[in-house]
T-cell receptor
Framework: KAGVTQTPRYLIKTRGQQVTLSCSPISGHRSVSWYQQTPGQGLQFLFE???????NKGNFPGRFSGRQFSNSRSEMNVSTLELGDSALYLC???????????FGSGTRLTVV | AQSVTQLGSHVSVSEGALVLLRCNYSSSVPPYLFWYVQYPNQGLQLLLKYTSAATLVKGINGFEAEFKKSETSFHLTKPSAHMSDAAEYFC??????????FGAGTRLTVKP
């Protein structure tokens, strides 16, 4: 079956712009989580959605937001981009909490 | 909140030698523990998981990990390292709320 699909794979944006990243989970997975990965901070949890509701949230400013649609696809949005937002953004889906996550290949965002 | 600490940001072994990557966890409830591997420019791949069944867990690619409650540890081992094992490894802890937190990662180098 198809894995977790993240689009686009690479993105270059200018400071102050906004960006929307997309994630399509594995069919049947209702939980989608987002992580930011940087060399300095490692993997940091952004938020988790389950059945269109945000269930968990990490310590990121309000510029970072997300949503989940009825088909479990998820988007995350970053407004007013800063240079420090340059990172690999990873999406992961899961069927239930004991099974672990299946990750997508990520979206590499570069802010210039 | 739960957390994990990975001891050693870099580990270097010779091909054929034992691999030992250390992980200690903190959790106020019985944890679910995971090890993931990440190859360059890719997402994370699940190696193995502990979900309160057997304390010795076998995963893919010859890796295994042992859950030791008394030591709050979940160290990852492989008897004989292969060049293809070179990657970054992440330990993670989750609870029944699907809030998964990752360690800082350990970069494994395998010398010929």
């Amino acid at each position: 079956k198809a894995g977790v699909t993240q689009t686009p794979r690479y993105l270059i944006k200018t400071r102050g712009q906004q960006v929307t990243l997309s994630c399509s989970p594995i069919s049947g997975h209702r939980s989608v989580s987002w992580y930011q990965q940087t060399p300095g901070q490692g993997l940091q949890f952004l938020f988790e959605y389950f059945s269109e509701t945000q269930r968990n949230k990490g310590n990121f400013p309000g510029r970072f937001s997300g949503r989940q649609f009825s088909n479990s696809r998820s988007e995350m949005n970053v407004s007013t981009l800063e240079l420090g937002d340059s990172a690999l953004y990873l999406c992961a889906s899961s069927f239930e909490y004991r099974g672990g996550y299946t990750f997508g290949s990520g979206t590499r965002l570069t802010v210039v | 909140a739960q957390s994990v600490t990975q001891l050693g940001s870099h580990v270097s072994v010779s091909e054929g030698a034992l691999v030992l990557l250390r992980c200690n966890y903190s959790s106020s409830v019985p944890p679910y523990l995971f090890w993931y591997v990440q190859y360059p420019n890719q997402g994370l791949q699940l190696l193995l998981k502990y979900t309160s069944a057997a304390t010795l867990v076998k995963g893919i690619n010859g890796f295994e990990a042992e859950f030791k409650k008394s030591e709050t540890s979940f160290h990852l081992t492989k008897p004989s390292a292969h060049m293809s094992d070179a990657a970054e490894y992440f330990c993670a802890v989750s609870n029944n709320n699907n809030d998964m937190r990752f360690g800082a990662g350990t970069r494994l180098t395998v010398k010929p």
